[in-house]
């Protein structure tokens, strides 16, 4: 990136930087950058050159301000928006909308900073290595947060809560009438129908299908919040894989265990992107940060949720004509295809031996429960 005619100081001008210290910092080779002695610049140097690496993601030497600003925010959402947008704001000296380098340490080294958002530093720093297992962190590995892409933005599961939400609002005008659990719209021709399995659109068009606004509110809630990370670390097309993996797991799942049932919603792709993350934690469980809490978040959150349906289904006999055994199928086929489907930093032997393992038992389930439905005819009711 051009720097003619723009200089900035950082202290106390020294008189020359050694040939080995250009060696060691081939980037910084012709730069303005005066400290008040060459210890303080090594370790500066040291300590943000890294992370300005790591926010760079295309490697042209500069980072997009939005892109900066929106990593600040999620490092740390107690500092509001609007002081974040202006500290970024300000460190744009030349106004072309990026910060190369030079701009970065002038940002993270500016006393009055320093003193009005104390907390400026740290989080700079969550928001480099958050992402990034610790195992990658000593050499501050790339691909970790190149991977973490703000640009293009993650779209898929905010497009994908849109439709749904459209069709509810569509079948809500239909029926002309919305209440916190219904009613649900069985005569669609997108439902899964457990009198019309022919129609095999329905084995995955039911997600766009919802009983209510708790349930489109909640599961566009929900897979918002743990889609969007995962396609910024491993792409839309990845995510959308599980999504509907889990999807036709669901509803596969629910004609073999509940083959009178109808299906509605998109919990079999919701509780797939939940357990993707836990295919994620498995793969890197040493380098995770907090690993066996996140395990027992997600352990604790499908427990309750799949054992609230089973008592109500199976104790209770509260006959709520929508299936709930989707939520099950869909964890299962998100932890198999999040293992074969996510990428993995680093790859262990034994990872591979999981990799095949998972790989086998979600085509092994898949065939069997589509030969269920083809091959036992009895076990379901009769089409009309």
């Not at 060691?24 to 090594?42: A, Q």
């Not at 329905?202 to 809630?221: E, K």
């Not at 439905?373 to 089409?383: A, D, E, K, Y």
Request: charged letters at 15%; proline letters at 5%; hydrophobic letters at 50%.
């Amino acid at each position: 990136m051009p720097t003619t005619g723009r200089h900035y100081s950082f202290g106390r001008q020294t008189s020359s930087r050694s040939e080995g210290d250009n060696q060691l910092y081939p980037n910084l080779t012709g730069m303005d950058i005066e400290m008040s002695n060459l210890e303080e610049d090594r370790a500066l140097l040291q300590k943000w050159k890294p992370i300005f690496d790591q926010f760079d993601h295309d490697h042209d030497g500069a980072i997009p301000l939005g892109e900066l600003a929106s990593l600040l925010r999620r490092a740390d959402s107690s500092i509001p928006v609007s002081v974040i947008n202006e500290i970024v704001w300000m460190a744009d000296r030349d106004r072309n909308g990026v910060l190369d380098f030079r701009e970065f340490m002038t940002l993270v080294r500016t006393h009055d900073l320093a003193v009005l958002y104390p907390k400026l530093n740290m989080m700079m720093r969550t928001a480099a290595y958050v992402v990034v297992p610790r195992g990658e962190r000593t050499n501050v590995v790339k691909t970790g947060l190149e991977e973490y892409k703000c640009c293009p933005p993650p779209i898929l599961m905010p497009l994908l809560s849109l439709i749904e939400l459209g069709v509810f609002i569509y079948y809500a005008i239909e029926m002309g009438e919305v209440g916190p659990n219904g009613p649900v719209p069985f005569k669609s021709p997108l439902i899964y129908d457990p009198y019309k399995r022919y129609e095999a659109w329905r084995f995955l068009s039911y997600m766009l299908i919802h009983a209510g606004f708790i349930h489109i509110g909640t599961n566009i809630l929900v897979q918002v919040v743990l889609g969007i990370p995962l396609e910024m670390v491993h792409s839309w097309w990845r995510v959308l894989i599980i999504y509907v993996a889990g999807v036709i797991a669901g509803s596969l799942g629910t004609s073999v265990v509940d083959p009178s049932v109808y299906l509605a919603g998109a919990s079999g792709g919701v509780y797939a992107l939940l357990l993707a993350h836990l295919a994620s934690l498995i793969l890197n469980w040493k380098e995770m940060e907090f690993a066996i809490w996140r395990l027992m978040f997600i352990v604790i959150l499908v427990g309750v949720d799949v054992g609230t349906a089973v008592y109500y289904r199976y104790v209770e006999n509260v006959d709520t004509k929508v299936g709930y055994a989707a939520h099950f199928a869909g964890a299962i086929a998100g932890l198999l295809v999040g293992v074969n489907v996510l990428r993995n930093l680093q790859v262990e032997r034994w990872e591979k031996v999981v990799w095949w393992i998972c790989f086998a038992v979600y085509v092994a389930l898949m065939a069997a429960a589509i030969a269920i439905n083809f091959l036992w005819v009895g076990h379901f009711p009769p089409p009309r």
